[in-house]
């Protein structure tokens, strides 16, 4: 037996952020704006602007904070245990799958930045799940990092997720052999 625990989304939950991110930032804008408008708050905004200011800051820091409650509701830890062909997979303390393999699809994507995703779709006789996987952190051509807004784990989860993937593989290969 082997265990594997990672932090990760699925393919719902990745669309649900790439979705609600946009749309959670921009309708503050867009409700100012309609308040511009339907208000004719011009005048005031032109003379004070630091009000403006402030209501733009306060409006977008609030639909950051919002996105990232989302976002960690959304990301769970998962712990797989794949006894040969066979696997159980957790999330969150609740069993997801589990049954004996029989395909498993790898997309690492490595970009040249040092941004990292991966991707990892495993299916079963009666069920599949896909795993998604986008790093908290990328490095920059000054060798400095940045902070991905969109990243839902560490470079180790992607590491022991892509170690999941091709162990499984490698099995089914191996079965398919014999």
């Known amino acids: 037996m082997e265990k594997y625990e990672f932090t990760a989304t699925t393919a719902k939950s990745d669309i649900i952020i790439g979705l609600i991110s946009p749309m959670i930032i921009m309708f503050p804008i867009l409700g100012i704006q309609l308040a511009f408008f339907y208000l004719r708050l011009n005048d ?3 003379s ?3 009000f403006l200011y402030l ?26 245990e794949l006894y040969g ?9 609740e069993e997801v799958i589990s049954g004996v393999v029989s395909f498993c699809k790898i997309n690492h994507k490595k970009h ?3 941004a990292r ?28 990092s940045a902070c991905n807004p969109l990243g839902t784990s ?23 052999k014999e």
Request: hydrophobic share 40%.
């Open 154 to 176: 560490e470079l180790s989860d992607i590491k022991t997720l892509l170690s999941l993937g091709r162990k499984i593989k490698n099995t089914l290969e191996e079965q398919k």
């Open 85 to 93: 062909k066979n696997i159980r997979i957790w999330g969150n303390g």
């Open 55 to 80: 209501l733009v800051f306060v409006s977008l820091g609030g639909s950051v904070i919002l996105v990232k409650k989302i976002q960690k509701n959304l990301v769970k830890n998962y712990v797989a």
């Open 48 to 50: 004070y602007p630091v």
């Open 112 to 114: 040249k930045m040092g």
């Open 44 to 46: 005031f905004f032109k």
């Open 117 to 144: 995703a991966l991707s990892v779709d495993i299916y079963t006789d009666t069920d599949k799940i896909k795993f998604r996987v986008r790093a908290k952190e990328y490095k920059k051509i000054t060798v400095s």
